[in-house]
């Protein structure tokens, strides 16, 4: 497969969707011609928590743009992070995130290699819609 050719891409805020996971995503970098990184915007809301999840075989880094929040890692103390920090979630390590703030928690999620759908593993005790 040849590398990706140069470009600029946006990605249409109308794209943002709300996931199962219980935070909206906008895919902004997610190709096969790039297969070695993704990047999508994450964004919770105000007393929410993301479902307890891994995924497998791909490295994840949250990079906290807006908001405040409780990150949980596998292996980690619950953190309270905030704009600037970056969190590494090696790959299959358990991760989930609450908004403990009061507006909405924005960050981005660089994985690598890029997410492909098959690596998501829901590993929440709770049943879906709870919480």
Known sequence: MSPAPAQIHHAPEEDEHLTDERC??????NR?????????RARVEPGITTRWHRLNGIVERYLILAGEGLVEVQG???????????IYIPA?????????????LVFLAICTPRFVPEAY????REPRGSR
């Open 24 to 29: 909206h995503l906008l895919e902004t970098w």
């Open 32 to 40: 096969d011609a790039d297969p070695a990184a993704s990047v999508a």
């Open 76 to 86: 980690l103390s619950p953190t309270v992070v905030r704009p600037g920090a970056v």
């Open 92 to 104: 299959g390590q358990g991760q989930r995130i609450a908004n403990v703030g009061t507006g909405d």
């Open 121 to 124: 593993e829901d590993i929440d």
